[in-house]
DNA sequence: GTTCCACTGAACAAACTGCCCAGTGAAAAC
DNA sequence: GTTTTCACTGGGCAGTTTGTTCAGTGGAAC
């Protein structure tokens, strides 16, 4: 939908002190309170901001090892292996890629024993032919967004 | 740090219905607004709860094609290109793995012909040996926590 | 039996939200 | 050139939530 320099400043501002009220953001953008709520209610509805949940932390859970499977998909049971992988909770995210009959999971576990089981329970089915897993080590750059909203903001050219 | 069932719930309900506030969450969980209050102050300063930045969808930022790369990294060069992935606005994400000086990373690009300008980017790097990207055709499963909260609720076996 | 701790239920002032309105300036449409 | 449209400003209002504090209760640990 695109986005303006003032859009950016508000998504910037979110990220930081994601707590921060329409009237606290508009104070420090230097808006009226009505344009910080329009630009805010612009940015939910046109799909932008796809909510504020909690982000929980999966090693303050008690899973602090993560890891990234490849999964080599039979021909035709690409949609079992999803429904499959689905029901099982230590699998965060699921992809479909190019490749041949590919899909990148992430998984998290207890320890290192632990992903063990969490692999055979993935791999547990008929449709997946070969799996090679990467366990992650350390996350130089956790999930972020600031950089890509500032880009996206100055691509606009729009003021803010 | 382990969470119990009351825990498990809060978190859920922040999930679904994230702007809601102490007060109706007190409610929905039956609870009074003071423990509430001090659950999640205790899942947040114990470190679960990260905080409630703004999901941002890249793609309605213009940036539909999401990618993973892995990259092999030259010995002793690792420092080196993890400063350099983290300049490039397009790399959401960097982990480093097991495996032969291996980096696994998230791009996002605004085509696929826009892909290719990011991955010269990322590899334009001396201590980069070689790189494989595989683009995400589907998301199957997207980014979720509410299945492990449930297990480690359920885990814990304190009551809630 | 005492202490500790989490929880309840209540109160209060301060702040924020949702909602409304009239007025302004600039760009677009006629 | 005139009119229309639209985003923004700045203000007001009632209702709700928040931050904070307090006394009281019940269970568990010591």
């Known amino acids: 939908m695109g986005i303006d320099r003032l ?9 930081e002190e994601p707590r921060i009220g329409v009237l606290e953001l508009s104070r420090r953008l230097g808006v009226a309170r009505g344009t910080a709520q329009a630009r805010l209610d612009r940015l939910t509805s046109g799909g932008v ?12 859970l008690g899973y602090p090892v993560t890891a ?12 079992d292996v999803r429904a499959h992988l ?21 998984l998290v576990a207890r320890s ?18 070969r799996a090679s897993t990467a366990i992650v080590m350390e996350n130089p750059v956790p999930l972020r967004i600031v950089p890509l909203v500032r880009q996206a903001a100055q691509d606009s050219g729009a003021a803010g």
């Open 49 to 60: 901001i796809r909510g504020f949940g909690p982000q929980v932390d999966p090693a303050a």
């Open 86 to 106: 689905t029901t099982v909770p230590e699998v965060l995210e699921l992809h479909t890629t190019t490749g041949s009959g590919d899909m990148l999971c992430r």
């Open 7 to 15: 859009d950016g400043r508000l998504l910037e501002l979110l990220a």
């Open 112 to 129: 290192n024993a632990d992903l063990q089981r969490v692999i055979d329970r993935v791999v547990g089915m008929e449709g997946i032919v």
């Open 68 to 79: 990234f499977a490849t999964l080599e998909i039979k021909q035709g049971q690409g949609p």
